[in-house]
């Protein structure tokens, strides 16, 4: 297959998936959801969705112009695939095939269904592509690696992978900057970065930096439209838990009804709940955002005014272009020797 038969059939694929009937992704996300229960239709349906964008022509063969069409020696490349969201390995196996390379993907357990299937789409839409996809449980024939994970599953990574060329993902998560002067729908479309995936991907905000004295209420209204989040039991009981935890321990905090906002110096929250800090002055905010870097998936505010920012509500829509931890995975794939 040449580098151009490659990019046909991904375009090909996003068409295909922006076709799909409501049945079949009402058929898919049912699947998915009875091996991942925090997989409902609405949050498959964007996954889709948010992958046929990624495929979208123009912007896919810019992106894929940037880089070399053909490998010198193509490799096998082992990718082990979170599951945290819907799809979320789809950027790194779309890169490995797009390089041309061959994808070995050992699949998280709790996005089997929908990698499987998306897989077997693209295979079915160029059935040569079946010889360059392989689902494997263990990743010994690899003559490289990405895998993401936790911070403990990175250091396993590193012991086992560390002697060949590798990407390793840690925890990283996403923060949200507000000024005092975001609008109510600006502040609504924040419910997006906030509550979509019910939190659980890298790119959902845990983390507010507002200003000191920041007025809540407006923003607390603004969340309103997404009190239906409690009709999921495994967000309701992880908000009871957390609101529970903190009532006993008489930690101060607020409240909707369905998240609760605590004032703490760490980034990641646990599900329901997002953390607050505040700041002085832009130099105060500027100082404490160079000190999480690191652990900086993405970062939202206001009309993207912010530097490095992008717009409330689009945390959760990273093109094909949006690296995870801002490594460039197409690059590392280019230099495989």
């Not at 949050?43 to 070399?68: G, K, Q």
């Not at 923003?219 to 609101?243: G, I, R």
């Not at 760490?266 to 002055?281: A, E, F």
Request: proline fraction near 4%; aromatic fraction near 10%; hydrophobic fraction near 40%.
């Amino acid at each position: 297959m040449t580098h151009s038969d490659r990019l046909a059939a991904f375009v090909a694929l996003g068409q295909h998936l922006r076709q799909l009937p409501a049945d079949v992704l009402a058929s898919l996300a049912a699947q998915a959801r009875n091996r991942n229960a925090w997989f409902d239709l609405p949050n498959v349906t964007l996954a889709i969705h948010s992958v046929a964008d990624m495929l979208d022509e123009e912007p896919l063969r810019r992106w894929a112009a940037r880089y070399r069409a053909e490998p010198d020696t193509p490799r096998q490349v082992g990718v082990v695939m979170a599951g945290n969201i819907p799809l979320v390995g789809f950027h790194d196996a779309l890169c490995v095939l797009i390089s041309g390379h061959t994808l070995l993907a050992k699949l998280s357990k709790d996005d089997t269904v929908l990698m499987s299937w998306i897989l077997g789409e693209l295979v079915r839409l160029e059935p040569r592509f079946q010889e360059r996809i392989q689902l494997v449980e263990r990743l010994n024939t690899a003559d490289a690696f990405i895998a993401t994970g936790s911070d403990n599953t990175a250091r396993y990574f590193d012991y086992y992978f560390g002697k060949r060329p590798h990407i390793i993902r840690r925890n990283r998560t996403s923060l949200a900057v507000l000024t005092g002067n975001e609008t109510s729908h600006e502040l609504g479309l924040l419910g997006e970065d906030i509550f979509r995936y019910y939190g659980l991907g890298c790119r959902n905000v845990s983390k507010l930096f507002v200003p000191k004295g920041y007025n809540f209420s407006p923003l607390l209204d603004s969340l309103q439209p997404w009190h239906q989040v409690l009709d999921h039991h495994k967000y309701n009981n992880n908000y009871d838990y957390n609101k529970s935890i903190l009532l006993v321990n008489g930690v101060p905090h607020l409240d909707t009804g369905f998240l609760l906002l605590l004032e703490s110096p760490l980034l990641v929250s646990p599900i329901s709940l997002v953390h607050y800090g505040t700041y002085t002055h832009e130099i105060d905010l500027v100082d404490q955002l160079t000190d999480v870097a690191a652990q900086t998936q993405c970062l939202v505010s206001g009309n993207g005014q912010w530097a490095g920012s992008v717009a409330f509500g689009q945390a959760q829509s990273p093109g094909v272009t949006d690296y995870a931890d801002g490594v460039d995975t197409m690059a590392f794939l280019a230099e495989l020797t």
